[in-house]
Structures are given as structure tokens and as C-alpha cells.
């Protein structure tokens, strides 16, 4: 996918756009707009929008810390979630550069964009391609030598946002002028991931299953008691 930042208006279409195709709960976007903060000295200021989203890294660093093997890369390099394998642990959360990722409200399991992967089959484009207001997003096969998306990124320069600490081949570009791509990725840097050590992940594993373990204490408590409530009352009329 690659956004062109010379025209994006940052009016929000796309989000509202992916959000009304996914059911996207309030407070949460698989795809986001921000603004950079002002730059430089009056009157040579400079600001640019930045459209955000899960970037289908080559190199995902989301599908390892999947303890239950929800989180993995399809055959087309698209990075999916198995909403039925998902436990909501949210290790894969910590672990995206680009905070693209959030534990559903709703349905407690992660979700994120998938380059709308349905829509996709079904030979249409992505919902925020589609409904792009500007006309900034385009979407295609990048080994495609014929193909817009392959022209953008190979002969108009289109850029990946991605450090020399955070190099995980994302599948996302955007064009404009480099001094605002500067800015950008300045403004919104992809971070390490934060990967939880041993003893965090164990407690976050661990007090759900104590939860659970009481309830099904005092149920079995609660069992046994009404079993000996009733068997009292049979005594009685004997």
C-alpha cells in the first residue's frame, strides 16, 4: 500500500471508512490520522498528516510472542489474526513497532487491519482505498513491474517508515517531500518492541487462571453445600 502525504487532506475518511466495514468498537481504529507538531521558524513552518495502520512487515516481530499461534503470515505476506486461536494476552500488542494492534473490547481478541484480506478475494480494493476523499491511497501487487504501486515506491520514491533500530521491512509507503517524511517519522518513530520478560508474562498469564480457579472454588463450594442442604431435607422426612 502506499500513501501519498502531498494530498492527504487528513479528513479521517479512511478511518471512518474501516470502521464502519469491521464494526470497529468506539475508541479504537485499525487505521488512524495524525498530525505532526509545527516545525521550524515563522514563517517557514512545516506540518504534514500521517496516516497510520498495520504495516504487514516482511520481518513481523507480532507472530513470535503469539503464544497460542493466532497471530501469522499468510502466504501473500499479509499478517492475519485467527480470531478463534486468539486468548487476548496481548504479548503481540507490546510487540508492534507501530502500535497498530488493540485488544478488542467487544470480543476481548486482538484486532488490527488486514489490508481488508475479504474484500481483497473478492477482487475489490481496501475499504480506505475505495473511500479515500483525496485519492492519496492506492493499493497493488509491488512485484507487479506494470502496476501504479510498483511505479510509486521504485520511481517516485516511496518511502518505508522504518529506523535503523526498527527495521522490520514494512509493507507500507508513503510519498511526499522528503523534508516531511523527515518529519514524520521524527513525530511518530516506530518503537522497539516491548517484549515481556518471563516473570511479567507469567503474571499476566497467571492472574487470569487464578481468577478462573476461585470462581470454579466457589462454585464447587456452592455445589457441595446446596447437595447437603438438600440432603438434609430428606433426613428431615425421614
Not at 503469539?66 to 505476506?77: E, P, R, V
Not at 503474571?203 to 455445589?223: D, F, N, Y
Request: glycine fraction near 8%; aromatic fraction near 8%.
Amino acid at each position: 500500500m502506499v500513501t501519498d502525504l502531498r494530498k492527504c487532506v487528513a479528513c479521517h475518511a479512511c478511518t471512518v471508512a474501516c470502521s464502519a466495514e469491521w464494526s470497529v468498537p468506539a475508541g479504537h481504529a485499525r487505521t488512524h490520522v495524525r498530525t505532526t507538531p509545527l516545525a521550524g521558524s515563522f514563517p517557514d513552518l512545516k506540518s504534514s498528516p500521517h496516516v497510520g495502520q498495520c504495516n504487514q512487515c516482511d520481518r513481523p516481530p507480532c507472530v513470535e510472542p503469539c503464544l497460542s499461534g493466532a497471530t501469522y503470515q499468510d502466504a501473500a505476506g499479509i499478517v492475519r489474526v485467527d480470531g478463534d486461536l486468539c486468548i487476548g494476552c496481548g504479548f503481540c500488542v507490546d510487540a508492534c513497532p507501530y502500535e497498530a494492534r488493540f485488544i478488542s473490547p467487544l470480543s476481548r481478541k486482538v484486532d488490527k487491519c488486514d489490508f481488508c484480506r475479504p474484500r481483497i478475494e473478492r477482487g475489490e480494493e481496501p475499504a480506505c482505498v475505495t473511500t479515500c476523499t483525496a485519492h492519496a491511497k492506492y493499493f497493488g501487487d509491488l512485484e507487479d513491474r506494470s502496476g501504479e504501486v510498483h511505479r510509486m515506491v521504485f520511481h517516485e520514491g516511496g518511502r518505508r517508515m522504518e529506523t535503523k533500530t526498527v527495521a522490520v521491512g514494512p509493507n507500507v509507503f508513503y510519498l511526499g517531500r522528503p523534508e516531511h517524511l523527515d518529519l514524520v517519522l521524527t513525530s511518530f518513530p516506530p518503537r522497539p518492541p516491548r517484549l515481556l520478560t518471563a516473570g511479567k508474562a507469567l503474571q499476566k498469564l497467571a492472574w487470569p487462571l487464578v481468577v478462573g480457579a476461585v470462581g470454579v472454588s466457589l462454585l464447587g463450594q456452592a455445589v457441595a453445600f446446596f447437595n447437603q442442604l438438600h440432603k438434609g431435607e430428606d433426613d428431615f422426612e425421614e
